[in-house]
């Protein structure tokens, strides 16, 4: 079939909701999209591993403690799922890895920003897995099969992570005033930030349109945005705070957020964030330091491999 004809039965499997499968044919920039969007996504599980990972030792109570320690191997584990994904589509980890090393790769802007608080504990559960949800619901039915399937499974947990986040926020609600204002100043400081994490307005996005018309998304930056506002507004209000610059909008029937600071997320995501260095020497440090068992692992496949020849030659 010629190429013509192959891009025609590809996108009429995307219209037809038939999913693309690793050994089904697909355009270049539908596997380097994918590429990058689906690593993007796995590495800023792992990096998102480290802002919590600071918090652990310092949980305030036994059950908070083993709660964030479940949340934070929850999303070691949504990473390796992505990373396979994403090796589906012919990349190797180890180019996956290198790519986030040497910053080629992208992150979430969010997990450049430091968590100063105990309260940021429940601002990152209620508002960055919340903001995280409401992308990867629509994920869910993306036209990639492997990406699809991941966030299926990686959803379910995701709404653990959202209550637990919730319920932080919530317990400090009810506390002394001390409590109730690290948990308003917390949740004033990861508001936008977390509205910055749906990508750019419509108009800035680069890859909106394409990914649109091959479903690997289906609504926009801006339309996500958009309801996760409208939803967090009616959340707020079980906590007794509130969120900075919102106001309803009569004519448009739903809450204006304010102005979002696009050179500030541009320098963020370019590397240039709070915490950009510090979160990638933390990750180049633990790949560093996790040689020795990279080698031991190969070491004993090797082993494995060699007694299963000797045992076929001697059968
Ligand atoms: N940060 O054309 P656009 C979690 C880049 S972790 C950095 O709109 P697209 C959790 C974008 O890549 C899960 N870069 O892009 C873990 C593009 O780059 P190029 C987090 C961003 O892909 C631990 C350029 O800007 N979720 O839940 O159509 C603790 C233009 O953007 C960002 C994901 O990773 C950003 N925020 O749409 C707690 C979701 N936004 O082409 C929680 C997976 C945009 O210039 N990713 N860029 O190289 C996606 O769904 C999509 O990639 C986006 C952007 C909606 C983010």
Partial sequence: MDIMNLEKVF????????????????PDTYRKTLIRQISQHAHSEIVGMLPEGNWITRAPSLRRKVALL????????HGLYL??????????????????????????????????????MG????LVDGAAIMNQVMLCRTSYGPYSRAMVRICKEESFHHRQGFEILLTLSQGTEAQ??????SINRWWKPA??????????????EMSMKWKIKRETNDELRQRFVDVAVEQVKFLNMTLPDIHWNEERGHYDFGKLDWDHFWQVVKGNGPCN???LDARKKAHEDGAWVREAAMAYAEKEKLSLENQSKSA
Avoid: C
């Fill in 11 to 26: 996108q009429s499997k995307i219209d037809d909701e038939i999913k693309i499968e690793p050994k089904d044919w697909m």
């Fill in 123 to 126: 601002s990152v559960g209620w």
């Fill in 195 to 208: 509205l910055m994490m749906f990508g750019p307005p419509d108009d800035q996005s680069s890859n909106t």
């Fill in 180 to 185: 109730k204002k690290m948990a308003q100043e």
């Fill in 277 to 279: 260095k510090q979160r």
């Fill in 70 to 77: 479940a949340k934070i191997q929850d999303e070691a584990g």
């Fill in 83 to 120: 990373y396979s994904a994403a090796e589906t589509l012919g990349i190797s980890r180890e180019q996956l890895l290198e790519e986030l090393h040497t910053g080629k790769a992208k992150y979430s802007s969010i997990f450049n920003y430091p968590a100063l608080s105990w309260a940021d």
